[in-house]
């Protein structure tokens, strides 16, 4: 061999040496560093890494997750969606100094990132979004080659470190959204020097101030959203040179002004929400957006006419426009070109017809269009649209038949044509409507007999057919809605009698079945609904006796006057003595106001024995006269004669005592307990019957009297919290509230006089030396109930009500274990005059209890309400209280459940051991809704309409989604 060919293979053959060589060290190092990593995750985590072992011949580039360029080094780490739970090693991985992409995303990671981050300089992909991470994040400028950054979701608060994106100018997604750092006093400049941006996402993360006209520099923007923060002011005319967006989000904002002109040249726009804002003018500059696929602009100030356009639009298959000063008619070429779904364009001013073709392509889901000026009749086409699941035109002027098809749509939940003017009958195809849950038809022109077919839509819940012309008998076959919790029938032309199944509907709440022609006698199995609140049958043609059934009621509206009714009045009912006019047959021992009721077969000389009895007992009652009048001229004596004082009394609801019966049992020895607002007295009237005594406290200075009785102190003018609380309660009508029976009221004292709970509070079930081993079952019917009687606060009555003192010991039991919200000496109804609620500025509430907003602003909300009964879910799932020596310094049950969220089982390691193992996911599932209600930004909380529904719905159990998510999208983008 030549000597030059010996040479050549020599140096081949050292050069590939040297080669693998150095491959070795460099592969050696990153499968140490990874090794650590491995070793540095608890059990649970280990069959992530089952392929993190050392094979003869493999290297760390067979790892799962791992990927390697063609030298052999690590440049990618992909764990993302693994179930890894508990803190990330970011040290060992910092050590690989080819790592270009680390993926973390869509796990339970936890704990605070370290400042070793900086040291992963080759970073170009960072994804540690959709994890539960505290603390701050760490300062980041040294990861100058970064184009990909996802944060969102993470429970990182603080300041962010805006100023390190100043060095980070190759990024081209950049996802801060869904945290909670500490709000910005301006939009952050860092962010609009960002050339290279294609996606943009900051919602929810506390971004404030003006959007910069700077945002027009981002041409590459495809994606931008900002919503849900604290952004003011105007819409930049500059965001019209972002021609390449395709999804523009900036609802739940303050911004004012129009739509800026130019705003149309944004024709690529598929997705456009600018909701919950305080937007004018018209929507003029839509018309040119013919890509877009949804549009929500709900909830602002615009005007004008929706463009016809939007009817040529061939994507648009979300249109919400409710809560706006809307005129002129809906573009009737709707749907007719696209696979139209949803439309909410209530709450405006618009008149002309319902456009015919939006179910035309047969996709459309709901059609809510309430409350504006509608005419002409429901298109014959919605009678074919299977898919529909919510119809409500409720509020308008429209005419008409209902098309019979509607009735029956398989996938119906809701028909709503209240207030129209709709004729015609209900027909025989409402057999088919399988999922329909409520019925809304009152005042309007519809007539004929129901169909016995309407007791084959075995979800209906609700059923309003109030101020109808409907004639006939009441269908039997309404004993089969055995979910049905409200039936109102009033003011129709119903006849025949009342069908005993009526007492199989075991859910009714409330029975209204006034101004009809009924006949016959009242059933007696209505005494058998055990959750029947209301029951109205007056203005009928009943006869009969009223049966003793119903004495097992706890009703707080009855009302059977004008009827033929005869017989006695049950002494139990009583108590509801104006139920009973225009039913001269009727007699009472105890009201004045009826004939007293004779037994004709007595003897003469049962007479005289018992006349005699009363000649007896009247002197015995004569001398106790005698006896109590030397007691109170003695007690006058030590202290002050409440006999003096001039009361006043007003009733709220039906009662059999009076005035003095409750003053003279003010006593110290009836005192069973105090609160913030007032003293509480358990009073034992004449019949057996108890009540709870309220005696508010004011605040000013209370006057000294030596007395052994309580001391009723002189007001300054009215107390603020009676004035408060009778306002409130007087008018509240509720299973779940606690009922108020009357105010009783001086020149200085102030009385509310309310049902008695036997059981006392939550508080005591779970917390007191008293408490009991409540089952889950028990426990759920506790957080289900008081979630009702707060939804009813919130949405049910004519104004918002805030409790602002929600906690265990203000939910009170009764013999059943049924919970009633007590104790609202501190609430206030929100005023709506300036078109929505106010929140008021009066800080309440209990330690342990009180939302994190206090902290910062004293301001009050629903959302208040809402976190505190989250606390209180938290004390049903862990039998803990609110604040407990365990949780350590200035920590409360929130947080210790938040850290406590680091894995399934530890998780379950925080359950009440008195739940049964059966039960367990379940109390989850409930410490889930519990997170969902403490979000530390109101923002992030749920209505609790919402939380009824979260409750009602008992979705199967995911341990996983507890423990990554700590939020809910609460955005309701239609009226419900």
């Given at each position: 061999m030549a000597p030059s060919l010996r040479n050549f293979n020599f140096f081949h053959r050292f050069s590939t040496f040297l080669v693998f060589s150095l491959f070795s060290v460099v592969s050696s190092d990153d499968l140490q560093a990874l090794l650590k990593l491995k070793s540095s995750f608890a059990d649970s985590n280990l069959a992530v890494f089952d392929s993190w072992k050392l094979h003869s011949g493999t290297g760390p580039c067979s790892f799962t997750g791992v990927t390697c360029n063609s030298r052999g080094n690590v440049t990618e780490i992909d764990l993302s969606r693994r179930g890894l739970s508990g803190n990330f090693p970011f040290?060992?991985?910092?050590?690989?100094?080819?790592?270009?992409?680390?993926?973390?995303g869509f796990n339970s990671l936890s704990g605070i990132i370290p400042s070793d981050l900086k040291n992963c300089t080759s970073l170009k992909y960072l994804d540690?979004?959709?994890?539960?991470?505290?603390?701050?994040?760490?300062?980041?400028?040294?990861?100058?080659?970064l184009q990909f950054l996802y944060l969102n979701n993470s429970a990182f608060s603080g300041v962010f470190p805006?100023?390190?994106?100043?060095?980070?100018?190759?990024?081209?997604?950049?996802?801060?959204?869904?945290?909670?750092?500490?709000?910005?006093?301006?939009?952050p400049v860092e962010v609009v020097s960002l050339k290279k941006l294609s996606w943009l996402y900051l919602s929810n993360c506390s971004i404030a101030g003006k959007i910069p006209p700077a945002i027009g520099d981002l041409t590459e923007l495809r994606n931008l959203e900002i919503s849900d923060s604290g952004l003011t002011g105007e819409i930049p005319s500059e965001i019209s040179k972002l021609t390449n967006l395709w999804q523009l989000e900036l609802y739940n904002n303050s911004l004012t002004g129009k739509l800026p002109t130019g705003f149309g040249n944004l024709k690529n726009l598929t997705y456009l929400d600018a909701s919950t804002n305080l937007l004018q003018g018209d929507l003029s500059e839509l018309r040119s957006l013919t890509n877009l696929v949804s549009l929500q602009m709900f909830e602002n100030e615009f005007s004008g006419e929706i463009p016809l356009e939007f009817g040529e639009f061939k994507d648009l298959v979300n249109l919400s426009l409710y809560t706006n000063k809307l005129t002129g008619s809906l573009p009737q070429g709707l749907g007719s070109l696209a696979d139209f779904d949803f439309i909410d364009a209530s709450e405006n001013l618009l008149t002309g017809p319902i456009p015919p073709d939006m179910c035309k392509k047969g996709k459309m889901k709901a059609l809510l269009l309430l409350q504006n000026n509608l005419t002409g009749s429901i298109p014959e086409s919605y009678g074919n649209c299977l898919t529909l699941q919510r119809f409500r035109v409720s509020e308008n002027s429209l005419n008409g038949t209902v098309p019979a098809g509607l009735w029956g749509l398989p996938k119906l939940e809701i028909i709503d044509i209240e207030m129209n003017n709709f004729e015609g009958p209900i027909t025989a195809d409402i057999k088919n409507g399988k999922m329909l849950g409520a019925l809304y038809l009152g005042f309007n022109k519809l007539s004929d007999e129901l169909p016995e077919e309407i007791g084959d839509t075995e979800s209906l819940t609700k059923v309003e057919l109030n101020n109808n012309r409907f004639s006939g008998k009441i269908p039997s076959s309404i004993g089969k809605l055995k979910g049905l919790s409200s039936l109102k029938m009033q003011s129709n032309g119903f006849s025949g009698e009342i069908p005993d199944s009526i007492g199989s509907c075991s859910m009714l709440s409330d029975v209204n079945m006034a101004q009809n022609s009924i006949s016959g006698e009242i059933p007696h199995t209505l005494g058998s609904l055990p959750t029947l609140n209301a029951l109205n049958l007056s203005d009928n043609k009943l006869s009969?006796?009223?049966?003793?059934?119903?004495?097992?009621?706890?009703?707080?509206?009855?009302?059977?006057?004008?009827?033929?009714?005869?017989?006695?009045?049950?002494?139990?009912?009583?108590?509801y003595n104006g139920s009973f006019n225009g039913n001269p047959?009727?007699?009472?021992?105890?009201?004045?106001?009826?004939?007293?009721?004779?037994?004709?077969?007595?003897?003469?000389?049962?007479?005289?024995?018992?006349?005699?009895?009363?000649?007896?007992?009247?002197?015995?009652?004569?001398?106790?006269?005698?006896?109590?009048?030397?007691?109170?001229?003695?007690?006058?004596?030590?202290?002050?004669?409440?006999k003096h004082e001039s009361w006043s009394i007003k009733s709220f609801r039906k009662m059999s005592f009076t005035e003095d019966d409750i003053i003279d049992s003010i006593k110290e020895e009836n005192?069973?307990?105090?609160?913030?607002?007032?003293?509480?007295?358990?009073?034992?009237?004449?019949?057996?019957?108890?009540?709870?005594?309220?005696?508010?406290?004011?605040?000013?200075?209370?006057?000294?009297?030596?007395?052994?009785?309580?001391?009723?102190?002189?007001?300054?003018?009215?107390?603020k919290e009676f004035e408060t609380e009778v306002q409130?309660?007087?008018?509240?009508?509720?299973?779940?509230?606690?009922?108020?029976?009357?105010?009783?009221?001086?020149?200085?004292?102030?009385?509310?006089?309310?049902?008695y709970l036997p059981n006392g509070s939550?508080?005591?079930?779970?917390?007191?030396?008293?408490?009991?081993?409540?089952?889950?079952?028990?426990?759920?019917?506790?957080?289900?109930?008081?979630?009702?009687?707060?939804?009813?606060?919130?949405?049910?009555?004519?104004?918002?009500?805030?409790?602002?003192?929600?906690?265990?010991?203000?939910?009170?039991?009764?013999?059943?274990?049924?919970?009633?919200?007590?104790?609202?000496?501190?609430?206030?109804?929100?005023?709506a005059s300036n078109g929505g609620p106010e929140s008021t500025h009066v800080v309440a509430g209990t330690y342990g209890y009180i939302a994190p907003e206090y902290g910062y602003a004293s301001k009050v909300t629903e959302k208040c309400d809402v976190y505190s009964f989250g606390v209180v879910l938290m004390e049903l799932v862990t039998g803990k209280k609110p604040i407990e020596a365990e949780f350590g310094e200035s920590k409360d049950i929130v947080n210790w459940v938040s850290n406590n969220l680091k894995s399934k089982e530890s998780v379950m390691e925080i359950v009440d051991k008195k739940i049964g193992e059966m039960y367990r996911e379940d109390a989850v599932k409930m410490l889930r809704i519990a997170i969902i209600c403490t979000a530390r930004l109101p923002g992030l909380r749920p209505t609790m309409r919402s939380v009824v529904q979260m409750i009602e719905d008992a979705e199967p159990c995911r341990l996983m989604g507890i423990v990554i998510s700590k939020e809910s999208d609460v955005k309701v983008k239609e009226i419900s």
């Open positions: 040290d060992p991985v910092c050590e690989i100094q080819s790592l270009e992409k680390l993926s973390l540690l979004g959709n994890n539960l991470f505290s603390g701050t994040f760490p300062e980041f400028s040294s990861l100058n080659q805006w100023k390190s994106l100043r060095n980070a100018t190759s990024l081209v997604v950049l996802s801060l959204g869904d945290n909670p750092f500490d709000a910005t006093a301006d939009f009969g006796i009223i049966p003793e059934s119903l004495s097992s009621l706890r009703l707080s509206l009855l009302d059977l006057s004008n009827n033929r009714l005869s017989g006695r009045i049950p002494l139990s009912l009583s108590s047959g009727l007699c009472s021992m105890t009201i004045k106001s009826f004939n007293r009721c004779i037994n004709p077969s007595r003897s003469h000389g049962d007479t005289r024995v018992f006349v005699l009895c009363i000649v007896v007992g009247l002197l015995i009652l004569l001398a106790s006269l005698v006896f109590f009048l030397y007691l109170k001229k003695t007690e006058k004596k030590e202290g002050r004669s409440l005192l069973i307990g105090r609160g913030g607002c007032g003293d509480v007295y358990r009073v034992v009237l004449g019949d057996g019957k108890e009540v709870a005594v309220k005696h508010i406290r004011c605040s000013s200075t209370q006057k000294n009297f030596s007395s052994a009785m309580p001391i009723l102190t002189e007001r300054e003018g009215r107390s409130t309660l007087s008018s509240i009508r509720h299973l779940n509230v606690v009922k108020l029976y009357c105010s009783i009221t001086s020149d200085d004292s102030s009385l509310l006089v309310y049902e939550l508080w005591d079930m779970l917390h007191s030396c008293k408490k009991s081993n409540l089952g889950w079952e028990t426990r759920y019917d506790i957080a289900l109930g008081a979630a009702k009687g707060l939804e009813y606060l919130h949405h049910g009555y004519e104004r918002p009500v805030i409790h602002r003192d929600v906690k265990s010991s203000n939910i009170l039991l009764d013999e059943f274990l049924k919970p009633r919200i007590a104790d609202f000496g501190l609430a206030k109804i929100l005023q």
